[in-house]
Each structure stands twice: as structure tokens, then as C-alpha cells.
């Protein structure tokens, strides 16, 4: 099967197309993203996980990757791509053995850097003024030995730009983390990125995404399989 295309009227037909000037269309390749949250572990609601290695989804988290799977395998995905870090794989696996499909890492896909809070537990951190400061100005708070949001943001949109140029006109599943998916979902909705926690993005959530030369299109958001 080749690229799937979506029609997009014009104010005024494209001259060098002349077999389309009467209708006044031409054909843009869309490609839609699946941008799927990690399934859930033990350290979500407790604990900064961050890119701490070892980090791998619990009983609840699996069964969530498992649903999804079946959710999302009629979806004509032909490409997945991952975070690097084991919670993100690990979501990951069941959709790629369901579809038959190879699992690329993308480090750009990743979590947040946390920096020195990684692997600090959430309770200590709330007596912290800069994570206050933190969960309130993120453009402008970088955590100590960290990134700053905008940072996140610039190089997960860099790689869903990089894979819409590889992939037009196809359907790929990227598997990543909340604040990575908010950042980027952010950008290209035009809010700013002190705003993106107003974006709820569940574990084992996925948002659709569609981007083409045109422009973006957020077609779903946080949508979830029971």
C-alpha cells in the first residue's frame, strides 16, 4: 500500500497541476502519530524516575501495554519508535510483536532530564522552593544538573519533524513520556509551555497527531483503553 493522502482545497488551484485545476485540489501526504505514554510502574505518584535505568513497568503497567496492543494493532501502523528508557520499550514490545514490526530508539523521545532530582522521591521534593518554582514557571525553572522544558520540547518536536520527512503519508507509534508528549503537543497547538499541565496524558495514553507540510493537526488527546 503507498503513503495515504488527505485532499486540501486551496483559495486557488496549483497552475502547474493541470489535471486538478478544475477541482482545485492538490494531494499533501499527512502522517499521523500515535504518541503514546509508557504503560505505569512503581515509581509513578511516588518518585522522580527521570533516566534512572532499570525503571521497568509493573503487573497493572503490562496489562495496560497488552490492552493497547489490541486497541491500536487495526490501526495501519507501519513504524514504532521508543524512548529509550525500559518503562518505553517495555510499552512498546506487545504493539510491535501484534504488528510484526521492529521497535526504533529515538533518544530525542525521552524523559525529561531531571538532573540531580532524578530518583528523589516526591515527598522530599515538595519541601524544595524550586520544585514549587519548577511545577509553576517549567519555561523558565531548569532543575539543577537538568533541562529546561523548552529544551525537552525543541528536540522531541526536532525527531517527530525528523520522522514526518522519513515517514510521509504513513501512521507510526512513538512511545515516550507525559512532559515529552505535552511539550511537543504544546508546541504545535500553539499554547505556551507554562500551560502544557493543563494537558492530562494518563500512563498508557495515546493522542493523535497529524502533520504534513501544511501543518499540524491534534486530532485526540489522552485517550485511554479500559
Known sequence: ??????AVQRARPC???????ALGYILIAMTTFYLIRHAANDW??????????????????????ERLAARLASRKIAHIYSSP????RE???PLAAAL???????????????GDWSGTRLQVLERDPRWRLFNHYRS??????????????????????SLRERHPGETVAVVSHADSIRAALAYYLGVPIDLYQRMECLPASFSVLRLSEEG???????QIVE
Open 1 to 6: 500500500m503507498g503513503p495515504k493522502f488527505e
Open 15 to 21: 497552475a502547474h497541476r493541470q489535471n486538478r485545476r
Open 44 to 65: 509513578l505518584g511516588n518518585a522522580i524516575a527521570g533516566w534512572t535505568a532499570g525503571v521497568s513497568l509493573n503487573t497493572e503497567g503490562r496489562a495496560q501495554a
Open 85 to 88: 528508557l525500559e518503562r518505553a
Open 91 to 93: 510499552t512498546a514490545a
Open 100 to 114: 510484526g514490526i521492529e521497535v526504533g530508539i529515538r533518544e530525542a523521545l525521552g524523559e525529561v532530564r531531571f
Open 140 to 161: 523558565g525553572t531548569r532543575p539543577p544538573g537538568g533541562e529546561l522544558a523548552v529544551e525537552t520540547q525543541a528536540r522531541v518536536v526536532a525527531e517527530l519533524e
Open 216 to 222: 499540524p493537526m491534534v486530532a485526540g488527546l489522552n
